[in-house]
């Protein structure tokens, strides 16, 4: 069985792009999320989609937003990029039913903003 | 504030003897704790986890301890193996919520042969 599957693994911008980042959930998982990790602040929650719906938002500007498509994959995009979004961004499915935070989490994107 | 602590970035410890993993919170409402390791170059991975309605779950060489009531929660890793070095997350998760963690800094544990 796939994994999750997260891309491009690896990207550089420059401050005021965006960037758009890909995720392919486990295979009957319909619920993904995103993290955003960096040294200093850990892992921290980005949004939860579940059936293309939104379920639950952290705490980051209007800048970063996702969404996701009937075939459960997801997108997230980060606009007008600064350097403080240079971070790895992690994408976790979970399947309908399992115990709360059993996350399934893709390698991950690493995006460096110049 | 950090609602969930892991106050040891490193822990080293001798193949074969025990490893202890804390994690301190501050959010009474926090419902499911849950450990994941994380390799260099690879996603967390899921570990162990602990309803707040349990004082304890095991899995294997591996058991969570939850003290309600000093809001702290540990992990036992015995015995340890080399295998096992790697970043350990502690999260945890409110209102029953499946994606939405907040999580600890992480506690890089090296176990030496």
């Known amino acids: 069985k796939a994994g999750v599957t997260q891309t491009p693994r690896y990207l550089i911008k420059t401050r005021g792009q965006q960037v758009t980042l890909s995720c392919s959930p486990i295979?009957?998982?319909?619920?993904v999320s995103w993290y955003q990790q960096t040294p200093g602040q850990g892992l921290q929650f980005l949004f939860e989609?579940?059936?293309?719906?939104?379920?639950n938002k952290g705490n980051f500007p209007g800048r970063f937003s996702g969404r996701q498509f009937s075939n459960s994959r997801s997108e997230m995009n980060v606009s007008t990029l600064e350097l403080g979004d240079s971070a790895l961004y992690l994408c976790?499915?979970?399947?309908?039913?399992?115990?709360?935070?059993?996350?399934?989490f893709g390698e991950g994107s690493r995006l460096t903003v110049l | 504030d950090q609602q969930v602590k892991q106050n040891s970035p490193s822990l080293s410890v001798q193949e074969g003897r025990i490893s202890i993993l804390n994690c301190d919170y501050t959010?009474?409402?926090?419902?499911?704790f849950l450990w994941y390791k994380k390799y260099p170059a690879e996603g967390p991975t899921f570990l162990i986890s602990?309803?707040?309605?349990?004082d304890k779950n095991e899995d294997g060489r591996f058991t969570v301890f939850l003290n309600k009531s000093a809001k702290h929660l540990s992990l036992h890793i015995v015995p340890s193996q080399p295998g096992d070095s790697a970043v350990y997350f502690c999260?945890?998760?409110?209102?029953?919520?499946?994606?939405?963690?907040?999580f600890g800094k992480g506690t890089k544990l090296s176990v030496k042969p």
């Open positions: 976790a499915s979970s399947r309908t039913g399992a115990p709360a935070g059993e996350l399934f």
């Open positions: 295979s009957g998982h319909r619920s």
């Open positions: 989609y579940f059936s293309e719906t939104q379920r």
């Open positions: 959010n009474s409402m926090f419902d499911y």
């Open positions: 602990i309803s707040s309605i349990k």
């Open positions: 999260a945890a998760s409110v209102g029953g919520s499946q994606g939405n963690l907040i």
